[in-house]
């Protein structure tokens, strides 16, 4: 599977964005999906994941309520809606696919495919 994130940019306080991944490979349809992410100076978080078919997600714990991963299989392209953002939402985003699995997953070690990352900043 090879994954093209796009999306990121530069977002006031309380605004919105939504993050695109692109994958090609015959995986795609088949694989657990996420969303991480790196601020500057810190360690690849985990962000959001979901089901191969769609059907259950699970977040971290700062962007419940805030974020909304989803998929279109029929697109080989997987989502992440940003809502309310805040400065520490900055960071570089990536998605990634678990191809040994269909559930969501919340590891690292657990993908096995990364994309290039897209940058999001949010001002104050």
């Known amino acids: 599977v090879q994954l093209q994130a796009s999306g990121g940019g530069l977002v006031q306080a309380g605004g919105s964005l939504r993050l695109s991944c692109a994958a090609s490979?015959?995986?795609?349809?088949?694989?657990?999906m996420g969303w991480f992410r790196q601020a500057p100076g810190k360690e690849r978080e985990f962000v959001a994941a979901?089901?191969?078919?769609?059907?259950?997600?699970r977040y971290g714990d700062p962007e419940k309520g805030r974020f909304t991963i989803s998929r279109d299989n029929a697109k080989n392209t997987l989502y992440l809606q940003m809502n309310s953002l805040k400065p520490e939402d900055t960071a570089v985003y990536y998605c990634?696919?678990?191809?040994?699995?269909?559930?969501?997953?919340?590891?690292?070690?657990?993908?096995?495919?990364w994309g290039q990352g897209t940058l999001v900043t949010v001002s104050s």
């Open positions: 979901i089901s191969w078919r769609g059907g259950s997600t």
């Open positions: 990634a696919a678990a191809s040994r699995f269909t559930v969501p997953r919340t590891l690292e070690h657990e993908y096995d495919y």
């Open positions: 490979g015959r995986t795609f349809s088949s694989s657990g």
